[in-house]
């Protein structure tokens, strides 16, 4: 079975820029979740959905960052514009809403920002 | 809200001596608890988990962990280390009734041969 997968792996962009990043969630998983990791602050939930639907966006820093789930099958977020300090490795993770609530993370996508 | 204490960002053990990695939680009510493992440049990877059934629970590669309410601890241990185990280990509690996890700030393994 296919992993959660998210791409790009890597990213490499400069201050200003819009940067988006994917996510695929394991079929038939209906909680998408985003984190972010880095050294100072470890791993920080920016925002999770259920069912397609944002339950709960505290984490995400500022207004920069938005998220969408348009489909059970896809998510995006969406830095714009990006800055230095969003630097960082970029997490997704899915699960089920009916299961005993382990999450199955991606690979992670290094955003770094000049 | 809950939250998660790992004692000791960093453990060090020699090849084949008992692993013991220390996590404590706080919660209002009777939690979801995880350990994760995170190998480089790689995703969190789950090891095992408690969900209220048994308080000893047996994980992958060899790693278990007791649930101890009187203690409100989760301790992952492996009985001999094995160089591949070298990774960073994360725990994690979760409220009953919400999707969410807490992560603790992680425990660096090294394995010395």
């Known amino acids: 079975d296919a992993g959660v997968i998210q791409s790009p792996r890597h990213e490499v962009t400069e201050m200003g820029q819009e940067v988006t990043l994917r996510c695929k969630p394991i079929?038939?998983?209906?909680?998408l979740f985003w984190y972010r990791q880095t050294m100072m602050r470890g791993l920080e939930l920016l925002i999770y959905?259920?069912?397609?639907?944002?339950?709960?966006d505290s984490g995400m820093p500022e207004d920069r960052f938005s998220a969408k789930m348009p489909n059970a099958s896809f998510s995006t977020l969406k830095i714009q514009p990006s800055e230095p300090r969003d630097s960082a490795v970029y997490f997704c993770?899915?699960?089920?809403?009916?299961?005993?609530?382990?999450?199955?993370f991606g690979p992670g996508t290094r955003l770094t920002v000049t | 809200a809950q939250s998660v204490t790992q004692l000791g960002s960093h453990v060090s053990v020699s090849e084949g001596a008992l692993v013991l990695l220390r996590c404590n939680y706080s919660?209002?009510?009777?939690?979801?608890l995880f350990w994760y493992v995170q190998y480089p440049n790689q995703g969190l990877q789950l090891l095992l988990k408690?969900?209220?059934?048994?308080?000893l629970v047996k994980g992958i590669n060899g790693f278990e962990a007791e649930f101890k309410k009187s203690e409100t601890s989760f301790h992952l241990t492996k009985p001999s280390a094995h160089m591949s185990d070298a990774a960073e280990y994360f725990c994690?509690?979760?409220?009953?009734?919400?999707?969410?996890?807490?992560f603790g700030s992680g425990t660096q393994l090294t394995v010395l041969p």
């Open positions: 959905f259920n069912n397609n639907v944002p339950i709960d």
């Open positions: 408690y969900t209220s059934a048994a308080t």
């Open positions: 079929s038939g998983h209906n909680s």
């Open positions: 919660s209002s009510v009777p939690p979801y």
């Open positions: 993770a899915s699960s089920l809403v009916s299961g005993e609530y382990e999450q199955y």
């Open positions: 994690a509690v979760s409220k009953q009734r919400t999707r969410q996890l807490t």
